[in-house]
């Protein structure tokens, strides 16, 4: 169980003094990248006096680079000059006071109230060890203490981290100032709602920003903008972590979207239309897109060879291909195009799809992630296998004709065990032994896609099991 500590102060003193500043930000905006890295400027105004000095800005990002930092003076630019930047980050916490107390005389209280009163000679390990007026020690544990009790706060501690600057200013008087830098802990992705009519012919599509700050600090009333796009930055580790988060989505209302949409530079920003509070460990929504009866489709298809990975040389191995895959696999399409009724760019993000049972209660059908997609481009989502279909891939024939000719022949059975469903499936197969190929014979029709696949597509009747046979012939140089 956590305990909680009450740390006392005996007689609380500054620790340098520092201009006079204005607590609250005069202006905050946040530029939000979908790497888990923000860019923060923040404005503030600061009492300054003509000679040297202290600046401290507090209430930065625990997770600041303190690399990206860029100070300007907006009132009298070059009448401020810096001389000196520090970013302040030992903050005040139980471990940093009793590293900073030894040696120090200070009072422990534990939970059954007996009270210690000593030179701190230790704190690490989870235990305090203290040496009293008549030299004996007594050692407590940490998780045992109720109260810790010091006699001021020691220099160089603070309680909130700190960017402290050394200034020369030619100038007495207020004096604005802009901070900016990067900062990770901040991320955004895209979630979409998609309710997929009954017929599987059209859908009605919502699209949620989804902000998440883990950043060690809170933005009031930000000017908050998103950039989609993979933009490329060298980091450290630790800038790479991401936070994951998992949050509810609202109802599939379409109210009016409060984020405007435009291009910027070979990416797309989205900013939205009034201020936000984006608090620390918070996440927040905001709905960015809607579309209503946007044209869609579902197909089903059997890939029984989803493995290849390019030529290498060719494949003899008589067994090579088999797989034992029988899932149909359940996919839907629909298009970002202005004529099919979305007519927007979606970024990156999870996507979920519903469709209504009989009495009106929507059912979650699938649930995948999109690439960044561009207006006017089609986007195939993995919903999941048909339960009622299934597929099987047999090699029925094989036959090395020569040391560089082989012939091989393939027979892929298709059930449908639907009650009343006809249903068209698509099957891909992989000419994989090598990349010159010729089909010597085939069942049915079937369509070149690209230089190593072909695709079958076949109406399947309910309770029919369709069979398909094709023979490839391979041959390559000696």
């Known amino acids: 169980m ?36 923000a860019l923060v400027q923040d404005v503030r105004t600061f009492d300054l006096t003509s000679g ?58 534990t939970e059954d109230g007996t009270t210690f009163v000593g030179q701190l000679l230790s704190g690490r390990g989870g235990e305090i060890i203290l040496r009293d007026d008549a030299g004996q020690v007594s050692v407590v544990r940490l998780d045992k203490v109720r109260d810790l009790q010091f006699p001021n706060l020691p220099n160089g501690l603070i309680t909130r981290p700190t960017l402290r600057w050394l200034l020369q200013s030619g100038v007495s008087g207020p004096e604005q ?36 700050n883990t950043s060690g600090a809170g933005y009031v009333d ?14 450290e580790e630790e ?18 979207p409060g984020v405007s949409q435009r291009e910027f530079f070979e990416y797309q920003l989205y900013e939205i239309n009034r201020r936000v509070t984006v608090a620390d460990n918070e996440t927040k929504q905001v709905e960015f897109v809607t579309g209503t009866d946007v044209p869609a489709q579902t197909f089903f298809v059997y890939n029984g060879f989803p493995g290849f990975g390019g030529y290498y040389g ?34 990156a993000g999870r996507i979920r799809v519903y469709q209504e049972d009989v009495d009106g ?36 024939n094989y036959e090395l004709l020569s040391r ?32 010159n190929w010729e089909i010597i014979e085939a069942s049915d029709e079937y369509t070149k896609t690209d230089s190593s696949h072909i695709e079958f597509r076949v109406n399947v009747e309910p309770g029919e099991e369709r069979v398909i046979t094709y023979t490839v012939r391979y041959s390559w140089p000696g």
């Open 2 to 37: 956590y305990k909680v500590i009450l740390l006392t102060m005996f007689g609380m003193m500054l620790v340098v003094p520092t201009a006079g500043a204005q607590d609250d930000s005069e202006s905050l905006s946040l530029t939000i990248y979908n790497q888990g890295t």
């Open 52 to 109: 040297t000095n202290t600046l401290d800005f507090t209430d930065v990002a625990a997770t600041i680079d303190a690399t990206s930092v860029v100070f300007k003076a907006l009132s009298n630019p070059e009448d401020v000059i810096v001389l000196e930047q520090n970013y302040i980050f030992d903050l005040v916490d139980a471990s940093a006071l009793l590293n900073r107390y030894l040696d120090e005389t200070i009072r422990v209280t």
């Open 177 to 212: 100032v802009e901070l900016t830098y990067l900062a990770g802990g901040i991320n955004w992705t895209a979630d979409y709602n998609v309710l997929l009519n009954s017929g599987n012919t059209a859908l009605d599509l919502n699209g949620w920003v989804t902000l998440t």
């Open 222 to 235: 930000a000017l908050v903008k998103l950039v989609a796009g993979d933009v490329n930055r060298v980091r």
């Open 239 to 256: 800038m790479l972590q991401r936070a994951e988060m998992d949050m509810a989505l609202g109802a599939m209302a379409a109210p009016t």
């Open 314 to 347: 060719p494949v003899t191995d008589r067994g090579y291909g088999t797989t034992g895959i029988t899932d149909v696999q359940n996919w839907m399409e629909f298009s970002t195009g202005e004529e099919n009724g979305l007519g927007a760019d979606l970024p």
């Open 361 to 396: 209660a929507a059912l979650l059908i699938g649930e995948n992630r999109i690439d960044h997609t561009p207006q006017g481009e089609d986007i195939q989502i993995f919903l999941g296998n048909a339960f009622d279909l299934v597929g099987e891939r047999i090699q029925t």
């Open 404 to 435: 560089t000719v082989l012939e091989e022949t393939w027979e892929i059975r298709l059930r449908n065990r639907k009650d009343d469903q006809t249903v068209e499936i698509r099957v891909p197969e992989t000419l994989f032994r090598w990349s």
